[in-house]
């Protein structure tokens, strides 16, 4: 996903769909891990790895609760962790596929509550660049 596009998503979206975005982004990292080990490229993969556990970070802070459900969360993001850290330090790239295969549902339903609620829209998105700026003139007229 390029960047604006990422940046429209974010800005365009409640809360769920910013969860989903992180898990998206963390299976699209997954998938990247595995083609660095397929190559034998272990200088990217550590790259990688670390973008994968700064993710699983905003995660874990994000579920920091002590509910049922933030508990269950942290233990797949916490094991998660330990196969993307088997996959790194044994070059597996079936750990990183495994770890797609436990983020995959938690996406799809964080995907599925968002679609439930309506987004937050920012009005620079929604109205385009110059009206904002227009907008923003005009306000200045107004106030003095």
Known sequence: MDKTTLERRVL????????AILHEGLMERFEEAAGAVEKNDFEELNKITNNCRDILAELLITFREKDELSTNLRSLYLFTNELITEGEIKKDSSCFKKAINIINPLYSGFKALENKEKPNIVSGLVYGKNDVEDFQNSEKVFKG
């Open 12 to 19: 365009s979206s409640n809360e769920w769909g910013l969860i």
